[in-house]
């Protein structure tokens, strides 16, 4: 595995001296994994083929040789699971499956990262830590022991496991990243594909912390921009933070270490991606709040605090300067930008009003919300226009009065900005007999929703351009394949958004950037906003699978819409739920007692899963989606056996797709019923609720089997960019070692 070194330019800016202490949080005991003989062999067999067993060796203190011997007893084999590739494309996967195994210092070993490095990616990288939970169990150190004569009969077992449930176990159909290799195939361009409106999406598998300083891990190589291109791809995204891009400035000497190597890999993208009509758009979130010592010397530039971290004041005139300064020199030194979206009241304390704490500053109280959020919107534009006129400054509403009405904000930007609202938004909903209401991520709820239609309204009546935030490949209501099959529902949204007259898609947030047919609708109805939902879709299937399926296949994706339909929609459910995981989550004898985690851990905190779902409705809903689910399958199955030979590889593909779907679907019903009856038998199982468990635990079995199978031969599937891989291939076999484990203690 190469060697990747976070260069820590952000930390080194914001702390100047003393490096920080990794985070704990309130560090409980971790949790202990009982179906495998020891904690030595949880960590080998979840690190084999990850980690070379020379450095897991390292890391416990033995040799390469005695790593492979326990490894071989539980039946593991060595095999291609990964193509070359780099501690970023990996790290986060390797964090997340020692967590509970591994104290920091030993984290760090196998990561080959220091203490800075790691500190680095918990805090930068897409709120990594706090996805973790905020807290770091607190694991002793790990040491090699000779297995005794229990831990050695346990294993033998385990390897029975294995070899009757995978006996091909080291044959994987492609390894893991190797999708890799089909988005590096570059395909004809074809400008007509890609010229009407805007539509722009996130790379499928790109860094979120700092894509532009490790050039080996490009996020946007020729052949995915050639593939999005033809699905009708002309823009894309990238995450960046301004004091890494902006030029050496005297007044803040901690800024723009690193800026003109960052630039020059910007230019690179642009102009790769410029070869296929593609223009690159900045995410902006400026600016980044700085440490308390950062004001030291500049006390009039502070503005709110918050915690060990206060903002850097945009009404201020330095502050402003600095902005639009920065702005205009890397517009002006990669001039082909296609421009910058902002959110200028997110999750991250960036301005004074970002968190309503604009009363706190002596400058921004006398502006008030509406005019300190138009204003750094305005500033922000200044900058991006200064140095290229022509290039698009789009203002998200996220977060503008709490997700609420915004109107008094659009009513003060100026008119040659764009305007961006996620399209669902406060749409009202009701599955399973309980209302509710969206929030955003959701395909299985079709836009437009009341919030984004009174503020696109606002701003067209100012005639400035608007554009729909959605998630057309696929949502956190399941973001482990790269799309989801549900057509009829994506082309009824995209149908809406055409007569709502907007100008444009953001097609995705950091999850969704595969070339898909989903994206291949958006581009049909913007070409055509009067297109016919059934001429779309029936276009599309005959492409895909032959004239002669079009029936078979919009049928299928019928089924599989109408399941989607049943989803149980709420933000909770969305971030805590395993159906990110499906088959792959472990069971539980008894409660880990670990809350969920976002869109991270799910542990067997059902009734965080849940939201305002009762339990037996939360079961209920996902029963009936693989219900419906079920029929689409079976009709791609028959699709299957007629599909032309030409066509066949990508018919196969994508009835994987479907059917992962399916399995994870079926597995959090499972898991559901399964926690249910754990819970309502605390001190003694009945033997009715035994026999109904153990049916339960027949059925993961044969889920994570099943799913085996498709991942095996699919390496998409799993995946997800700013989690990496939420489980591999040996995860779904340590599911049936948990399984059988769990088998035998309850029929005692």
């Known amino acids: 595995m190469k060697r990747v070194h976070i260069v820590l330019f952000i930390l080194i800016a914001c702390v100047g001296n003393a490096q920080e202490t990794l985070p704990h949080g309130s560090s409980p005991d971790p949790i202990i994994f009982k ?7 949880v960590f080998i067999w979840r690190n084999w083929n990850l980690v070379s067993s020379e450095r897991l060796g390292a890391t416990i203190g033995c040799s390469a040789e005695e790593i492979e011997k326990v490894a071989l007893s539980m039946g593991l084999e060595k095999d291609l699971q990964w193509d070359a590739i780099s501690t970023q494309q990996l790290y986060i996967t390797i964090i997340r499956r020692n967590w509970h195994l591994l104290p920091y210092e030993q984290l760090m070993s196998i990561l ?52 009757e449930n995978f006996p091909k176990t080291n044959q994987l159909g492609e390894p893991r990243y190797g999708f890799l290799k089909e988005l590096e195939h570059v395909i004809p361009y074809h400008p007509e594909r890609n010229n009407d409106g805007l539509r722009f999406i996130y790379s499928y598998f790109g860094a979120f912390g700092d894509p532009l300083l490790n050039a080996e891990t490009n996020p946007y190589p020729e052949g995915l921009l050639s593939q999005l291109a033809n699905q009708g791809v002309n823009g894309i995204w990238l995450h960046v933070v301004l004091h890494q891009l902006s030029p050496e400035n005297p007044d803040f000497p901690e800024f723009g270490i690193g800026s003109e190597k960052r630039l020059s890999e910007l230019a690179k993208i642009v102009e790769r991606a410029g070869k296929y009509g593609i223009k690159v758009y900045l995410y902006m979130n400026e600016p980044r709040a700085m440490p308390l010592s950062f004001f030291d010397e500049r006390k009039d530039l502070q503005g709110v605090t918050s915690g060990d971290l206060a903002t850097m004041c945009t009404s201020t005139d330095e502050v402003k300067e600095w902005i639009k300064s ?13 421009g910058v979206f902002t959110i200028t009241a997110s999750e991250n304390l960036t301005n004074c009003a970002s968190h309503g704490l604009q009363s706190q500053c002596i400058r921004c109280s006398e502006l008030g919300y509406s005019s300190v959020i138009a204003n750094i919107n305005k500033t922000i534009a200044d900058g991006v226009h200064a140095g290229n006129p022509g290039a698009k400054v789009i203002a998200w509403d996220w977060g503008w009065n709490g997700h609420g009405d915004g109107r008094e904000i659009i009513k003060k930007l100026d008119k040659d900005l764009w305007f961006m609202s996620v399209s669902e938004w406060a749409k009202p909903i009701n599955r399973g007999n309980i209302a509710s209401s969206v929030g955003e991520y959701s395909i299985s709820a079709i836009g437009p929703g009341p919030r984004a239609k009174m503020h696109w309204k606002e701003a067209q009546e100012k005639e400035m351009r608007t554009v729909a935030k959605v998630q057309f490949n696929n949502t956190w209501e399941i973001s482990s394949v790269p799309w989801i099959p549900v057509l009829d529902l994506i082309a009824e949204h995209a149908s809406n958004l055409a007569k709502s007259e907007v100008d444009g898609y953001m097609l995705s947030w950091s999850l969704g950037g595969y070339p898909s047919p989903n994206l291949e609708i958006a581009n049909q109805f913007s070409k055509n906003p009067n297109a016919l939902v ?31 339909r049943e989803f149980p929609y709420h933000i909770n459910v969305l971030y805590y739920a395993p159906q990110q995981y499906g088959p792959a989550n472990l069971l539980f004898a008894e409660p880990s007692g670990y809350n969920s985690t976002m869109v991270c851990f799910p542990y067997d905190n059902l009734d965080a899963w849940r939201g305002p779902y009762p339990r037996d409705v939360f079961y209920d809903q996902f029963k009936k989606m693989t219900e419906k689910w079920s029929l689409g399958i079976e009709a791609f199955e028959d699709l299957l056996m007629t599909v032309p030979t030409s066509k066949r590889a990508l018919a196969q593909a994508d009835y994987g797709i479907a059917k992962a779907c399916m399995l994870h679907f079926a597995s959090v019903a499972n ?50 960019a700013s989690n990496q891989y939420f489980y591999l291939p040996q995860d779904l076999m340590e599911k049936v070692i948990n399984c059988r484990y769990l088998e035998e203690e309850i029929s005692q």
Do not use: C
Not at 35 to 41: A, D, L, N, T
Not at 129 to 148: C, D, F, I, M, Q
Not at 326 to 338: A, Q, R, Y
């Open 35 to 41: 179906h495998f003989p020891s904690r030595m062999h």
């Open 112 to 163: 080959e990262m220091d203490e800075a490095e790691l500190n680095f990616a918990l805090k930068e990288d897409d709120f990594l830590y706090y996805k973790l939970g905020s807290l770091k169990p607190n694991a002793s150190r790990l040491e090699y022991h000779l297995p005794t004569p229990t831990e050695e009969q346990s294993a033998i077992k385990i390897k029975k496991i294995v070899q």
């Open 534 to 564: 059934e001429n779309v879709l029936n276009n599309i299937a005959g492409v895909r699978y032959g004239n002669e399926n079009i029936a078979k296949a919009r049928f299928a994706w019928k089924q599989f819409s109408d399941a989607f």
């Open 671 to 720: 898991q559901i019923k399964f926690i249910e009856l754990r819970d309502q038998n605390v001190e003694l199982i009945n033997e009715q609720d035994r026999l109904a468990m153990l049916e339960i635990l027949k059925s993961e079995i044969e889920l994570a089997k099943a799913l085996y199978k498709v991942t095996a031969n699919d390496s998409r599937i799993g995946f997800e």
């Open 326 to 338: 920065s702005l205009k020199h890397v517009f002006t030194e990669v001039n082909d930008l296609g």
